[in-house]
């Protein structure tokens, strides 16, 4: 992604129906074809492939994907469907905030054939062969498409970009909430129920696995309620969406570890793309004027 090697995570659970999890971007695909034949996965092997959101770094090869794996269940929330069958809404709306960086960031979103997908709604069920399943639970909050999937036999949580962005130079979780879609309360009541799930380890979308489970769901609790309370306090100064991303780089940034020196340039610039501050200030402010827009709106009392 990107240009850079290593940020994606597709996970392949090797079963009696092998299942992909996240397939990244579209330039993705190639490495995610060659990787599963390295691993003795040949093209018509592959049962089903799912993908935690529609967001380019997630989904973006799916319809490469798809190609690739002729036998494969496409499976995916209801609200997102329709965008892997028809994605030219999707890119628009990607090209409009990234411009010509999309090429270069995500590259295009093919269509997948509308017979091969299948969606899911507030939970579902995805067939892994020999009793095993993974169960599918609605997770918004950072998107309006977005579920976590639990594996029933080893008590693995997919959580997408439910939690934010773990760096693994660090430690550091940071909150991912672009807009139009986040939203605080239902992104609090996703973490409430990946703590209810009680995994056994959290899948990230990037940079792999985390056993400390607890540890990192509280801090990405906590992380989300710094960003907006930061923001919030900077357009209560009257500032403009500027000052809440200077607000935020002088006074939640520097909270974070440094990386090594020989990580520090790269694994700031794979930050900024995975989760941004001026894409995160641009979405709790979303947030922020969505919920005065409905206060202004209720009948006074």
């Known amino acids: 992604m990107a240009g850079y ?22 330039g993705s695909a190639p490495v995610l074809r060659d990787g599963l034949a390295t691993l003795g996965i040949a093209p018509e092997d592959l049962a089903t492939v799912v993908v935690t959101h529609i967001h380019l770094d997630h989904a973006g090869g799916t ?33 409009s905030v990234w411009g010509d960086q999309l090429d270069v960031l ?3 979103m093919r269509p997948t054939e509308a017979t091969r997908i299948r969606s899911v709604e507030r939970t579902g069920e995805i067939d892994l062969g020999g009793g095993r399943q993974l169960v ?17 036999a ?5 959580v997408g970009d439910a939690l934010g962005v773990y760096n693994p130079d660090t430690g550091d979780v940071r909150p991912a909430t672009p807009p139009p879609d986040f939203d605080l309360d239902a ?41 907006v309370e930061t923001v919030r306090e900077a357009r209560g100064t009257a500032g403009d969406l500027d000052h809440a991303v200077a607000m935020v780089r ?30 995160n200030v641009a979405g709790i402010a979303h947030w922020l004027d969505r919920l005065a827009a409905e206060q202004r709106e209720q009948p006074n009392s």
């Open 5 to 26: 090697p290593g940020i994606t995570s597709s996970y392949l659970i090797r079963t009696e129906r092998p299942c992909v999890v996240e397939v990244g971007t579209a």
């Open 63 to 95: 319809g490469d994907v798809a190609g690739m794996f002729p036998n494969a269940e496409i499976v995916v929330h209801e609200r997102g469907a329709r965008h892997l069958a028809d994605p030219s809404r999707l890119m628009n709306s990607a090209r």
């Open 106 to 108: 995500f590259g295009g």
């Open 136 to 152: 599918s639970h609605y997770t918004p909050g950072h998107a309006k498409h977005h579920m976590g999937l639990v594996d029933s």
């Open 154 to 158: 080893t008590g693995d949580l997919y």
């Open 187 to 227: 992104a609090l009541e996703s973490l409430r129920l990946f703590g209810d799930i009680e995994p056994q380890r959290l899948m990230f979308s990037h940079f792999g696995a985390v056993s400390t489970v607890d540890e990192t769901i509280e801090r990405a609790r906590e992380e989300l309620r710094i960003w």
């Open 250 to 279: 002088r006074n939640v940034l520097d909270r974070y570890s440094p990386p090594p020196n020989h990580a520090s340039a790269e694994s700031a610039e794979v930050m900024e793309v995975l989760s941004g501050v001026h894409s």
